[in-house]
């Protein structure tokens, strides 16, 4: 790729620059390529504060917003292992709901939300890069959905429960490995290799090809950037060396047991070496306990005694 086309990478401009009300339509052709419909955002909304030096890479990076029907969206990147990540969703969901609903409030006053996931490591199995979920009731004998009734502005409607449940979506970076084609394919490229197409038309990536160019950045903000882009080699090259390492110990003390429980235990406690050995590499290059436990998942006694 050219020096001049070099694009911001999305975690960076999320926390940095699609902050910016005159950037918003990047971050609207996203949820709009998403949800199958044009998305408009009104304003951001109070969330979790993001630090703003190197060693926050570690740190969840976050952006809340209403659109135009009044619903909230979350869009998070996250790009280290979490093992929790599934009940973090849902406490975030859930977080953003009482949030915006006042006491004493109706409960119709209660908002929608959607959860946007990129993210840049693996969660658990599956072969597509991109996931959605909904709360739907259906019967168990019947097999039919259910429709509840609701009264919107004076008039007794149906509606089925998930036009009003959250809704996620996982897009699993790293899954990506094909050629770019439908708009989704275009947003998944971009993500993953920083590519946007010269004439692309998909909602979002347009506007991102002006507005997130790596040379359009003064001296300050290049420095910081490529500062961040260092950090994430070297933790992606930390981790994946205790995984070699880790699996290479667990299959050797598997072979020399020659059974299926010393293969078991071997590869149990290879991966273990594997995750104790990233947190002394993590330690020793001055990450903070709390940034090691999210990387690791190890407790902080456990991080404390290494």
């Known amino acids: 790729m050219e020096v001049n086309n070099k694009y911001i990478r999305f975690d960076w401009a999320v926390k940095r620059m699609l902050r910016d009300k005159a950037n918003f339509a990047v971050l609207e052709g996203l949820i709009t390529v998403l949800t199958g419909e044009e998305v ?4 951001l909304l109070e969330s979790e504060g993001n630090q703003e030096t190197s060693t926050d890479k570690f740190n969840r990076v976050d952006i809340k917003a209403k659109n ?5 969206v979350i869009v998070e990147v996250q ?3 979490q093992l929790y990540f599934l ?7 859930s977080k953003a709901i009482t949030e915006h609903i006042e006491i004493g409030q109706k409960y119709d006053k209660v908002k929608k939300v959607y959860s946007i996931n990129i993210l840049y490591f693996d969660l658990g199995k599956g072969s597509d890069y991109l996931y959605h979920g909904k709360t ?3 019967g168990v004998h019947t097999n039919d959905l259910l429709v509840v009734n609701t009264k919107e502005e004076e008039e007794l409607r149906m509606r089925v429960p998930h036009d009003v449940f959250p809704e996620y979506y996982i897009i699993r970076v790293n899954e990506f490995n094909s050629v770019a084609t439908t708009p989704i394919e275009e947003w998944l490229d971009y993500l993953k290799n920083n590519r946007i197409k010269e004439d692309t038309t998909t909602p979002g990536l347009k506007e991102a090809r002006q507005k997130l160019l790596y040379m359009t950045m003064n001296d300050k903000e290049r420095r910081a950037y490529d500062a961040h882009m260092d950090d994430i080699m070297v933790q992606n090259d930390v981790l994946d060396t205790a995984k070699r390492e880790g699996h290479a110990e667990g299959r050797a003390e598997g072979r020399a047991e020659g059974r299926a429980e010393g293969r078991a235990e071997g590869r149990a406690e290879g991966r273990a ?5 990233t947190a002394r590499n993590l330690k020793s290059m001055g990450f903070s ?4 436990m999210k990387a690791t998942g ?9």
């Open 79 to 81: 790009l280290t292992r």
């Open 136 to 138: 739907v009731f259906t």
């Open 40 to 43: 408009t955002i009104v304003e």
């Open 289 to 292: 306990v709390a940034d090691i």
């Open 298 to 306: 190890l407790s902080e006694d456990d991080v404390m005694s290494l």
């Open 87 to 93: 009940q973090r969703m849902l406490y975030g969901v």
């Open 273 to 277: 070496e594997g995750i104790l050995l």
């Open 68 to 72: 135009s029907r009044g619903e909230i």
